[in-house]
């Protein structure tokens, strides 16, 4: 319904801005117009956002100078655009075939299979170990001769020196995935799926819960029990709570599944990174065939080249879930890991600015006022301009890897977080837009391809207590965009 209304406010105001641009002369090239156009204004006042909330930067690529500028210069919040300045600062400093590493080693002695001591794990920051490549290191281990430990897991963790995170600390919801901070040893993004499905048989009064990864640290001690009511809100109707200790995590539900529902699933981040490495080091070995009953506990790396080392996939691939799907955990482990540019480990969120900053220098990137916190933009404190982002663009329509890059955006209509967007518009496929999205603000970055074939760079940053509101707007004005391409209003220099 939400997507239905939004639609439909756009189909009511192409027609005004449409004839407008055309009006205002903005189908052309020229000098660069430095107010918007009326009808972008009015849209933006009819849901309660005035314009001075807004930033726009536009300039076709190749071009002598932008083509729009309104309040580019202003430091606003990009949201998750601040993305778009770790994936292109990373390719440029890492390389598009930049891998990290997980390393194994033995403290203990090998013997027929069987290590009469403890294994150690190091992480280095891997961005992605999914479940299928934490189950493929497990092979590894099995493959190299490793089939039984009879001590303990010892964590590796000490490459990034991180303050002490709190999950809780950006919205107050602790268990939401999205709010999981990087670790140096990040597994399966520390996160829990949790499947809801009616019972197998009619007989069975109990729901069915599926956990993956099956950690033994988080128990069930009850099903809830199946109604017939309305599907709506599943996951309320459950009245689950979670009691996570760190160590081990108990879940309750103290309401019912709704078997009109189906098959459901929600996500939670549980536990503690130690004792979720230690219970997916539990199952898969298991599962590999192999023998482990030990604990776990933190500590280095001995001294000495690793017993067995496992890689990453490439940075060119790992960008494409940070730009396209907006994973902010992913982000802020690539983030650091640009702090390798500037120090030994262990890596600080300072020495990473500090890398992207003294690369902009080097590549007269002018993005004056940025103030990249995390890396991700799941951040109140983030700063940067509409220029900045502009200028950041066009940096990298020019680079080696602007093509692994433009393809990193999500695709308008397609796929990513625009995949259900512009669905009935021209710009369906034509457009490259990393999306932002916090409670105040809104904001757009990338490449639009117009109707005549010219590649704009675009930049909308929207900061308003309404910025939800305003999404269609932003919307439309790419379709504008697409339509005709922006070119400077005749009466900029009143403006001005």
């Known amino acids: 319904m939400v997507r239905e209304k939004a639609r439909k406010m756009k189909a009511q105001w192409r027609p005004i801005f449409l004839m407008v641009c055309l009006a205002a002369g903005l189908t052309g090239t020229g000098a660069v117009s430095a107010a918007l156009p009326e009808a972008w204004k009015d849209a933006l006042h009819r849901v309660g956002v005035p314009e001075s909330a807004v930033a726009v930067a536009v300039q076709e690529v190749g071009a002598e100078k932008p083509a729009l500028m309104y309040r580019a210069d202003e430091l606003m919040s990009p949201a998750s655009v601040m993305k778009v300045v770790t994936t292109t600062a990373a390719l440029d400093l890492l ?8 390393e194994a080693y033995l403290d203990g002695t090998l013997a027929e299979g069987v290590l009469h001591g403890n294994l150690v794990l190091k992480g280095y ?37 991180l303050p002490t995170y709190d999950p809780s600390a950006f919205d107050r919801e602790p268990l939401k995935p999205y709010n999981v901070g990087p670790d140096a040893l990040l597994v399966s993004f520390k996160a829990v799926r949790f499947e809801f499905a009616p019972p197998a048989s009619k007989k069975d ?52 599944y709704s078997g009109r529902c189906g098959a459901s699933d929600v996500y939670v981040a549980l536990l503690d990174v130690p ?49 396209k799907h907006s994973n902010n955990v992913m982000a802020q482990q690539v983030f ?52 900045g982002l502009l200028n950041l663009l066009l940096y990298a329509q020019q680079t080696p890897w602007r093509d692994i890059f433009f ?90």
């Open 95 to 102: 390389g598009p075939d930049y891998r990290w590493k997980t």
């Open 125 to 161: 920051g891997d961005p992605k170990i999914t479940i299928e490549q934490w189950q493929a290191l497990m092979q590894r281990l099995r493959q190299a001769g490793l089939a039984q430990v009879t001590g303990d897991l010892i964590v590796d963790r000490s490459l990034f020196s």
């Open 205 to 256: 009064k109990k729901a069915q819960i599926t956990i993956e990864p099956p950690l033994a640290g988080v128990k069930i001690p009850a099903l809830p029990p199946v109604s017939n009511r309305r599907c709506g809100d599943w996951l309320g109707g459950l009245k689950p709570k979670f009691n996570d200790k760190g160590s081990q995590a108990e879940v309750r539900f103290d309401g019912s």
């Open 275 to 323: 004792h979720f490495v230690h219970g997916m080091f539990v199952h898969y070995f298991a599962e590999a065939g192999g023998q482990f009953s030990g604990g776990v506990r933190e500590g280095k790396a001995p001294e000495g080249a690793p017993w067995l080392t496992f890689e990453s996939l490439p940075l060119s691939e790992i960008i494409q879930d940070i730009d």
């Open 336 to 387: 650091l890991t640009l702090a390798s540019m500037q120090k030994a480990p262990p890596y600080t969120q300072g020495a990473a600015r500090l890398a992207i900053a003294e690369w902009l220098k080097m590549n007269g990137i002018d993005m004056d006022g940025l103030f990249v916190e995390n890396g991700s933009g799941l951040s109140r404190d983030a700063r940067v301009s509409a220029l």
């Open 407 to 496: 393809d990193s955006l999500p695709l308008a209509g397609i796929d990513g977080t625009l995949k259900h967007r512009f669905h009935k518009s021209a710009v369906y496929g034509q457009a490259h837009l990393k999306t932002g999205f916090l409670e105040n603000a809104r904001a757009l970055a990338g490449y639009v391809d117009d109707s005549q074939g010219r590649r704009y760079a675009v930049v909308i940053l929207l900061n308003h207590a309404n910025a939800k509101r305003a999404a269609p707007v932003m919307d439309a004005i790419i379709e504008d965009i697409y339509q005709g391409g922006v070119a400077p209003q005749q009466t900029a220099k009143a403006v001005q």
